[in-house]
Each structure stands twice: as structure tokens, then as C-alpha cells.
């Protein structure tokens, strides 16, 4: 049911629900049914389907070429809580018609930085106690927080990676203010998204000092957090590059690599975005089973790219094929570990009437129910696992299962591969997999 404040932003737009495929109302899901079960639990609780704050509420399509295009009701109050007030209003009045569950913030995302530190302090403490009312009237809860150390000018050379230590210790005030409102707020997770920790050139770059005080941060807001109670999951979120020339969590494995390395495996996970993924010359599919063979995919934020444009366009996702894909990872390692499927993604800059966030969203949610369905019914009713599985049954051999047990030395392989001769050549059948995926869309 709507939560509505004192005034409805979104007028004429009521709850979005559950109408199949067949209904032709725009307002209405295809095939997100959040209380139809899929492989065990509802799509709800598959999905944990979350509003990204910035993007939602905050981004009015500026871009290099020009202005913004986008005027918001929620941004005309002259005072900055009123505004952040009436923003959080429209948020909860978004989110409840949706029938979505979870939201995402940057601090600053709540209500606009002040001109210090503790100003800006006393303001994030209002809004928590506002959002705090919000939640309990409507049961939306936070799925993850997080600092916006990127956008202000003081981090052009980075937060934590930054080469005076006065930035880097600003950076930190920042992450705690952040994670106080996260905890108060109950937010089950925290990302971390490095914006600008990288570097544009090494000739003035001290890439181990950067690196090691990263860690050292990372680890010093995890201990602020577990002594204050949090019981949540850390999140890194990987990105290649832009704004910065080379990120140092550029991808999956580069993450992975950086959390075992500092020490943080029992506390953080990954957070896998799907133009981020694209933009590392990987697939979003890669990006979740890299994650997954870690045992540290722990949520995802869906958008998509442009194939033809090489930035972080953040388009809503509606390619079905491709999400399909990545849903068989999802379902096959067991799904997310902590978090939830997070819209981080905007409208694009000639979209300007306020239904177009709706209806960007109802595509986006489609998309995922309809390739989760995809998904379940290749790994349920298709030859696919099968296959799969005869692929790599020389591993259930004798000589193959004791490779595997770590029984044989390299003598072992060579006495094998001398007494068997060559080995016979055994299709991938690549084409026929793809084929039983195009079969179930």
C-alpha cells in the first residue's frame, strides 16, 4: 500500500501490481509476481528489489553537453531539510508503489553537504530520524548505505587512496558519519565504491602506499562498524575506470585478490554491477561467478550499457537473453549473500515526465522475473544440466576423480597420457546450449 506524505508527488499513479503477460496496462508487471515461488523462494525474496536514491530522486539528466532537463516536486523547498524531507517523502511514496522492499543511499544523497563537517553531521542526523518514521509507517527497509567520497572536490586525488593525509582522515569522518546513519537506520549491508581510488598517471603515483592505506581504511571502518554493533556484510563494488584513468577495484578478481590480501574475507563480499562489469571488458554472468566461486556475491546492482557508447551509461536492463544468463549463476551458486538487486540506473535525459520512473522500473523488474523464470525452467525441465555434466564426467573416472582428490603427481598425468594415447576430440556443443536458452525465452 502507497505511503504518502503530506503531498503526492506522483499523482494519478497508484500501486503497481501483478497482471501477466497478456495485460496491455502500462502500469502493470508482466512477470514480476513477488509472491510467485521460483526454485524454493518467492521472487521477492530472490530479488530484494531496491531504489538507488541518487539516481531516482537526485539525477535530472545533466550531462558534458548540457543542463538538466528535468524539473522534481520534491526539489523546490529553499530550505536544505525541508527539501531533503520532501525527497524522502516522494522516495517512500515511490517505493511503496512499486511494492519494492529495500532502498540505497549516499550520504549526500539524503540532503545536500553543508559547508563543514558538523554541519553537515546534523543534518544526516535529522534525516535519520525522518527516514526512521518512514521506515516503520511503510516497512521499506535499507538495504545498504554509503559516503559519497567522490563528487566533492576535496577527493579529485581520491578518498582513502589520497596523497595527503588530511583528505584521507575527512574521508574517514565522512565513511563514519555514514555508517552511524546506515546502523541506525538497521541497513543490513555498507558498500564500498572507489570513485576516484585510482590513479591517471604513475609518474606521480605511490601505487602501494595508495593501495595499503586502502586497506588499512577498509579495515578500520569494518572495526568501527563491529564495535558499534553492525552485524552486516561489507560490500566492494568493482569498477575499471572512469572518472579515473585505472581503479584499483577494477574488477571481480581484482577485488577478491584485494580483500584476501587486507584481511577482510570473514567481512566483505562483492557488489557486482552490470555496466561496471562491461566496462572491464567482462560479462555481467562472469562478473557473478567469479564472485560466486569466491563465495562473495552479495548483491547486485542492475543497469545495463550502451554497446556502441564506452561509459557507464546506466541504462535500465531489458535484455532477457542476457539476464537469463546471469540468473542461471545466480540460482546455480545459491543466490546473493546479503543484499538484493539494487536499480542503479536513471531514465534517460529525454525522459522527463515523472511516470517514466515508473515505468523504467516495472521493465527493469520484468526483466529479472522473466529471466529468473527462464533460468529455472532450463536448470528444471532442459537437458542443460545434463550436458553440463557430461561435459566433465572424465573427472568422475578413476584416474580423473583421484586428479581431482589430489592423489596424482605429474609422473601420474604423464604415465596416463603415455598408456592412453591422444586423446579424442569432444565438442562443446556451444551452439546447443545457446539454443536451449533461446528455447525457454
Known sequence: MALIGEKEFFKGIGDIKFEGRESDNPMAYKFYNPDQVVAGKTMYEHFKFAMAYWHTLCGIGGDPFGPGTKSFPWAN????????????????????????????????????????????????????????????????????????????????????????????????????????????????????????????????????????????????????????????????????????????????????????????????????????????????????????????LGSIDANRGDYQNGWDTDQFPNNVLETAEAMLVLLKSGGLQGGGINFDAKTRRNSTDLEDIFLAHIGGADTFARALLVADAVIANSPYEGLLQKRYASFKTEKGSDFIAGKLSLTDLYNHAKGYGEPKQISGKQELYENILNQYI
Open 77 to 296: 523547498a529553499t530550505d536544505p531539510i525541508q527539501m531533503a524531507k520532501d525527497k524522502a517523502d516522494a522516495a517512500f511514496e515511490f517505493i511503496t508503489k512499486m511494492g519494492f522492499g529495500y532502498y540505497c543511499f549516499h550520504d549526500f544523497d539524503l540532503v545536500d553537504e553543508a559547508d563543514t563537517l558538523a554541519k553537515s553531521e546534523k543534518r544526516i542526523h535529522i534525516l535519520v530520524d525522518y527516514l526512521k518514521q518512514k521506515q516503520e509507517a511503510s516497512g521499506v527497509k535499507l538495504l545498504w548505505g554509503t559516503a559519497n567520497c567522490f563528487s566533492n572536490p576535496r577527493y579529485m586525488n581520491g578518498a582513502a587512496s589520497n596523497p595527503n593525509f588530511d583528505v584521507v582522515a575527512h574521508a574517514g569522518a565522512q565513511v563514519k558519519i555514514a555508517l552511524d546513519a546506515t546502523i541506525a537506520l538497521n541497513g543490513e549491508n555498507y558498500v564500498f565504491w572507489g570513485g576516484r581510488e585510482g590513479y591517471m598517471s604513475l609518474l606521480n603515483t605511490n601505487m602501494k602506499l595508495e593501495q595499503d592505506n586502502i586497506g588499512r581504511f577498509m579495515n578500520m571502518a569494518k572495526n568501527y562498524a563491529r564495535d558499534q554493533g553492525f552485524k552486516g556484510t561489507f560490500f566492494i563494488e568493482p569498477k575499471p575506470m572512469e572518472p579515473t584513468k585505472h581503479q584499483y577495484d577494477f574488477d571481480a578478481a581484482t577485488s577478491i585478490n584485494f580483500i584476501r590480501e587486507y584481511g577482510l574475507e570473514n567481512d566483505f563480499k562483492l557488489n557486482i554491477e552490470v555496466n561496471h562489469a562491461t566496462l572491464a571488458q567482462h560479462t555481467f554472468q562472469h562478473e557473478l561467478q567469479v564472485a560466486a566461486n569466491a563465495g562473495m
